[in-house]
Every structure is written in structure tokens, then in C-alpha cells.
């Protein structure tokens, strides 16, 4: 049965999620970039996010975009991410609409969340990340453009 023609009806709750980007830990961007611009991929934007100690690069992959992570202190999520697993995938990340409600209903159903309130993230958002106990073993990161934004 070909079920592409079928028409989706998410709840209204789910309308406006999108797959954002897909967080790939790295060792050094210096290092990581130059295999992905082979591939023909262009930096978006890179930026030091100093709250989370990384220094990260949004590659264009159409809507949904890569972001690498380079750990900028030892005790950084990403350098322990590094240490434990090594190099790889590390996040996948949802766009989401009126994260603090949707964190408020997260937390109230019981979700292990990592984040009860948004915090500043890369690429002008305010973000937040459920447990992976929570999605099945994936840390998963929720993100909204920061008020008065655009993206």
C-alpha cells in the first residue's frame, strides 16, 4: 500500500515541530569542516556559545541542518560526551512553538527533562533537552527562536 498520498493530521499541539538540526560532536571544527565541504556543505554560521563551553558551525543541508560541536573546555557537555562515546552524533533537535508550555507539560506528565526552563542556545534560540531515559536513548534538544525573532 503506497502510503505517501495519505494526508497528516498532527494534533495541534504538534503543528510547527520540524526536525532543526542533528548536533554531531567534534573534536575540532578545524579538523571536521574541510570532509564536510568536500561533500559541497557551506558553513551557515559558526559561534561560541559560552554558557554551554562549545564553539559550534551550522552546515546547510536544507531544512534540516547540521551542527558541529567542538568542546571549549575540558568540563563542557561536549568534551564529556567526547570522553564517554567518543566522536558522533550527539543530539537530534526539534523546533518547537512556546517552549516554557511545552516544558511545563513535559515536566507535569513526568518526562525527565535536563532543562525545566529555556536557556540561551546557539543561532539566536532559547533551547532546552529531555533526558535520553526519556525519547528511547536519544538526547533531544527543544528549540524556539528567542522572542521577537524570525528564525
Not at 107 to 117: M, N, P, T, W, Y
Amino acid at each position: 500500500m503506497n502510503t505517501s498520498a495519505l494526508p497528516i493530521h498532527l494534533p495541534t499541539e504538534l503543528q510547527g515541530f520540524r526536525l532543526d538540526h542533528i548536533g554531531v560532536a567534534v573534536q575540532s571544527l578545524e579538523a571536521a569542516l574541510p570532509f564536510y565541504q568536500l561533500l559541497g556543505l557551506q558553513v551557515l554560521k559558526s559561534e561560541e556559545v559560552p554558557s554551554e563551553k562549545v564553539k559550534v558551525a551550522f552546515l546547510n543541508t536544507g531544512e534540516c541542518h547540521l551542527e558541529l560541536l567542538e568542546p571549549t573546555s575540558p568540563d563542557s557537555p561536549i568534551a564529556k560526551s567526547l570522553e564517554k562515546r567518543g566522536p558522533g552524533i550527539h543530539h537530534l533537535c526539534l523546533k518547537v512553538q512556546n517552549l516554557p508550555e511545552l516544558l511545563q507539560k513535559l515536566d507535569a506528565a513526568g518526562i525527565q527533562l535536563i532543562d525545566k526552563v529555556p536557556k540561551p542556545g546557539a543561532d539566536n534560540k532559547r533551547v532546552a533537552f529531555v533526558h535520553p531515559k526519556a525519547t528511547g536513548g536519544i538526547l533531544l534538544e527543544l528549540s524556539e527562536p528567542l522572542p521577537g525573532d524570525s528564525a
